[in-house]
């Protein structure tokens, strides 16, 4: 599996960004449908941290508290893609961020450890 991450720019505090993530699943057989998503973030000099995730089918999903009610998390799985909607961005989440899949887990995780494959990363600076 392969996942490519775009979205990330350049935006003043306030506005608003959409992250994506689409996935090249491999020759095994299982489809995207088969397994939970994250986003995850690092900023500079800190520990990557757990952004949101959403389950299978995009019926459950979670967030952490820094994010929640500003973010969203989504997914089309026709699409094989993840999406991370970023509103009233604050110079806070200034960071590089990555999606991840879990391919042995249906539920929503935040646990980094949870997941085996990762994307390279997208920047996003938000300026005060």
């Known amino acids: 599996v392969q996942l490519q991450t775009s979205g990330g720019g350049l935006v003043q505090a306030g506005g608003s960004l959409r992250l994506s993530c689409s996935a090249a699943?491999?020759?095994?057989?299982?489809?995207?449908?088969?397994?939970?998503l994250g986003w995850f973030r690092q900023a500079p000099g800190k520990e990557r941290e757990f952004v949101a995730t959403?389950?299978?089918?995009?019926?459950?999903?979670s967030y952490a508290d820094s994010v929640k009610g500003r973010f969203a998390i989504s997914r089309d799985n026709a699409k094989k893609t993840v999406y991370l909607q970023m509103n009233s961005l604050k110079p806070e989440d200034t960071a590089v961020y990555y999606c991840?899949?879990?391919?042995?887990?249906?539920?929503?995780?935040?646990?980094?450890?949870?997941?085996?494959?990762w994307g390279k990363g997208t920047l996003v600076t938000v300026s005060s």
């Open positions: 699943m491999d020759a095994s057989g299982r489809t995207f449908d088969n397994y939970a």
């Open positions: 991840a899949l879990d391919s042995y887990g249906v539920e929503p995780t935040s646990d980094a450890r949870d997941y085996d494959y």
């Open positions: 959403i389950n299978w089918s995009g019926s459950m999903t």
